[in-house]
């Protein structure tokens, strides 16, 4: 195949423990480190393998988002990929305007495949490539853990609750990726220095003519309501006089 | 008023549980008629199981041969059409739904309401983000259908005794033939299923290998419970990705679960905040897994874990 469409969506680092604002006005993002959603670094590794096999020629990655979000897409070059687009947004886009933004960036790119994540870890919403593949009119692969490419085709196997499933689908399609698809490679210092140099192109939301998506809006955010730490046994005897106590054996 | 339309999850032959859990979700809006529709190859047996859920008013039966195995690239188009005439669409948060919901909610250009954890109107949904971190309370416009995944683990299913009516339906929708089914490979096993087991078991890291998991089947075979594991087991090639609890696992909320030999990460721990009781063998006394259980042993899961059978076992 040409060409690859990778997603990556600016996002709290994993390893952040999230609060909620004590105001309940949203959660706290406030000097907090932010990082390419996991998933989509997943997604930009499959998309430099696919590479690297001489199965496709060239990986443009895109993010929607603000203007800091040229630090993701900057790693994503350092990464390997061959340029960037910013579609400059607010920091919470909608996964429907999202996906409207991505075809429109499709429809001017004519991209073989689009890999993006099965789900961005802050909103958790596990929509967008679904949205994108249907607003397309073409075939989904979705949480993806291996990737074969064929002629015109990929065979994947996605992880489902019943245990693998395999899937042909004709191209171009929309793949996103479960964990297990790969472990992304780290980037190096001299990949960062020559990725200043790769082409990272700005467009504004506007300019897209997509207007943003407002059935479903956020009210209020609150923490949730937290576990209590229990009691501590010291043997099995202890633990099995506790599940009795609870009436649970 | 409102109408809600179920997609019933199934494997063909028998409904997942899941429906009978969309249903009682879906209860919560005053004054709902429910509807389920079940789209399979030859769905008269699933039909029949679907309108006996107590709380479901009609059952439409969407047989199609393209249904067979169910895509969501050919579901979606039908969804979208029998949708038609309804105020919500709901489905499961398990894969199927998640798969085949967004793409839906594409087709009648709306965002979807994923994991629906609490019902507090018709248009307004309590859900989780940031991996259980938040809970946010959305409000959908009432101007276009409300599609929504129902998070399983916070409903308890419908029960059966009703008889609600059965309509054949068809519809034109175009079916593609780009997206083509090969096969589904499943690790059939006799044991509970990992979604609705009231006990569960898991494992993590600790377990070591594939051999040494099979101290934790062992274990949970002799209290009949359904077998789980963190994700560092699963990637570890200990057990299949079906196991896997949490974040990007199955969220459960079984009666009683053990966690043995898990750190305790904030992702897995999404997977099991809503179970009953939960508790936890880690050798490591700091470890974040005791912040949350209610009964916590420190010490040799190796050690323990024979001596709880033991004990415990019938
Ligand atoms: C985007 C994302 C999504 C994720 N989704 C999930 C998910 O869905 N589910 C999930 O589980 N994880 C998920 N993770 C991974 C998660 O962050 C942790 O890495 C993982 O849960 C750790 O698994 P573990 O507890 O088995 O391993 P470890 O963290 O290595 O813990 C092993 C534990 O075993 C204890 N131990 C060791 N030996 C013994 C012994 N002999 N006896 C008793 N105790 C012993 C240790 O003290 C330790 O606490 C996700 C991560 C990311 C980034
Ligand atoms: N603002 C964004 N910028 C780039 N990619 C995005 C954006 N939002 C969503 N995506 C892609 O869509 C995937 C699923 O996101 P979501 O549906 O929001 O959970 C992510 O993993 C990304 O690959």
Known sequence: MEKILVGLKRVVDYNVRVRVRSDGSGVETDGVKMSINPFDEIALEEALRIRERNEASEIIVVSIGPAEAQQQLRTGLAMGADRAILIKAGADVDSLTAAKMLLEIVNRENPDLVLLGKQAIDNDNNQTGQMLAALWGRPQATFVSRLEVGDGTLKVKREVDAGLETIEVDLPAVVTTDLRLNEPRYVKLPDIMKAKKKPLDEIDAEELGVKSDESVRTVSWEPPEQRQKGIMVDDVEGLVAALNDKGLI | ?314
């Open chain 2, 1 to 314: 008023m409102a109408r809600v339309l179920i997609v019933a999850e199934h494997d063909g032959e028998t409904l997942n549980p899941s429906v009978a859990r969309c249903v009682t979700c879906a209860s919560g809006i005053d004054g709902a008629d429910i509807d389920v529709a079940v789209l399979a190859a030859d769905g008269g047996a699933l039909a029949a199981e679907a309108a006996k859920i107590q709380g479901v008013r009609t059952v439409l039966q969407a047989d199609n041969p393209a249904n067979e195995h169910l895509l969501a690239a050919t579901a979606a188009p039908q969804v979208a059409s029998l949708a038609e005439g309804y105020s919500h669409v709901f489905g499961p948060s398990t894969t199927f739904g998640k798969d085949l919901m967004p793409r839906v909610a594409a087709l009648l250009d709306v965002n979807q309401v994923s994991d629906i954890m609490e019902i507090l109107g018709s248009h307004r949904f309590k859900r989780p983000i940031y991996a259980g971190n938040a809970i946010i309370t959305v409000e959908v416009a009432d101007d276009k259908p409300v599609v929504a995944t129902v998070r399983t683990a916070s409903y308890h299913g419908a029960e059966p005794g009703n008889d609600a009516s059965i309509e054949g339906v068809s519809t034109d929708a175009e079916l593609p033939q780009h997206t083509r089914f090969v096969e589904l490979a499943t690790g059939s096993s006799d044991r509970p299923d990992l979604q609705t087991a009231a006990r569960v078991v898991s494992g993590g890291r600790a377990l070591g290998s594939a051999e040494k998991f099979e101290l934790i089947f062992d274990f949970a075979d002799s209290i009949g419970a359904a077998v789980g594991a963190s994700r560092a087991a699963v990637d570890a090639g200990y057990v299949p990705n079906e196991m896997q609890v949490g974040q990007t696992g199955k969220i459960i909320a079984p009666e009683l679960y053990f966690a043995i030999g898990i750190s305790g990460a904030i992702q897995h721990l999404t997977g099991i905040k809503d179970a009953g009781t939960i508790v936890a063998i880690n050798k490591d006394a700091e470890a974040p897994i005791f912040e949350v259980a209610d009964i916590g042993l420190v010490g040799d899961l190796f050690a323990i874990v024979p001596e709880l059978k033991k004990a415990m076992g019938s």
